[in-house]
Every structure is written in structure tokens, then in C-alpha cells.
């Protein structure tokens, strides 16, 4: 009985630990970004990995640490991706052109169409990173069961829980 009271608190200590890695990548990445003006997809996700070498190069992480929470937060932040691109096609339907001025629809249409290619280049590789299963790490949004449809709203980072209510493992996540 020992022995699982001692597996049951190294997990829990686990999860606690892939959390606050997760949030110490989120943290690094975020400050990475701050400091360049640099936005594609590529480079992103090498700041995500050059932010995961640096902890792990100072002691914060071993390196199956950081790989687990490189994968957490990319898969966050393809996610996130998907919400932009619904973001601009609500933008778009909700702007009726016959009411903007012909200068101002044509900038709006080049910057819409600027925008558009690099939100459909995102999209076509978010809808994979949308997919979540139970005890991965997700950042605060909305979970929905793959299976039964029951809602799970996190509000902050953490591990992800079965379905309270079926008690399946796959999620879709949306924000």
C-alpha cells in the first residue's frame, strides 16, 4: 500500500511539474517574442525551442521535460491559430463593402488578403493541434468531449481530465 501512495504522489508531483514547465516555456517564449518583430510560423516555433534550450541549458528542465512541454504549448498555440482564422472570416461577413469608401476597401481587401494567406496557412495545421487527450497539458479554454459533446471550461493552465460525464479521453479545444 506503501508503494502507491508513494507512485500517486510522484504523479501528482509529475503533473504539477509538467504545468510549471509549461507555464516557464509559455513565460520564456512570450518574453522571445517581445523582443523581435519577427511573426512567421517558423520562427515561432523555433523561439519555442530555442526558449526550451535555455531553460534546460540553466537546470530548469531535463530534456524529457522540455520536449513534453514544447509539445504542449505548440500544440496551444496551433489551437489558438484556428481562432484567428475564424476571427477574420467573422470580420470579413460583418463589413459590408457598399458602405466603406473605395479607397479604404481596397486597403482592407489587400490586408485582408495578406492576412488571409498566412491565416489559412496556419489553419491547415491547426486543426490537428485542436485534438487533446486526457493528461496532456492545455492552457485556459474551452474542452469539448469528442464523444458526448460535455463542455469542460479551464481556466487555467493544467492537466486535462477525462469526460466527467462519459469518461472518454478526446477533446477539441476551442477559446
Known amino acids: ?40 510560423t517558423e520562427w515561432l516555433h523555433l523561439a519555442v525551442d530555442a526558449s526550451a534550450e535555455r531553460l534546460e541549458k540553466a537546470g530548469d528542465f531535463t530534456k524529457e521535460e522540455s520536449e513534453r512541454a514544447k509539445r504542449f504549448l ?58 487533446l487527450n486526457t493528461g496532456e497539458v492545455s492552457g485556459p479554454g474551452k474542452l469539448t468531449c469528442t464523444d458526448c459533446g460535455t463542455e469542460l471550461n479551464l481556466q487555467r493552465s493544467s492537466h486535462i481530465p477525462p469526460c466527467p460525464k462519459c469518461h472518454k479521453t478526446d477533446f477539441r479545444k476551442s477559446y
Open 74 to 131: 505548440k500544440r496551444n498555440l496551433e489551437a489558438m491559430r484556428a481562432d484567428f482564422v475564424h476571427a477574420r472570416e467573422s470580420i470579413r461577413r460583418s463589413l459590408d463593402p457598399s458602405r466603406i469608401s473605395t479607397g479604404f476597401d481596397d486597403l482592407l481587401s489587400h490586408l485582408f488578403g495578406s492576412m488571409g494567406e498566412l491565416f489559412q496557412s496556419w489553419a491547415a495545421k491547426s486543426e490537428q493541434a485542436l485534438m
Open 1 to 40: 500500500m506503501n508503494n502507491a501512495h508513494e507512485h500517486e504522489h510522484e504523479q501528482a508531483q509529475a503533473h504539477d511539474r509538467d504545468i510549471s514547465n509549461f507555464e516557464k516555456l509559455a513565460k520564456k517564449t512570450k518574453h522571445q517574442l517581445m523582443e523581435s518583430k519577427e511573426t512567421s
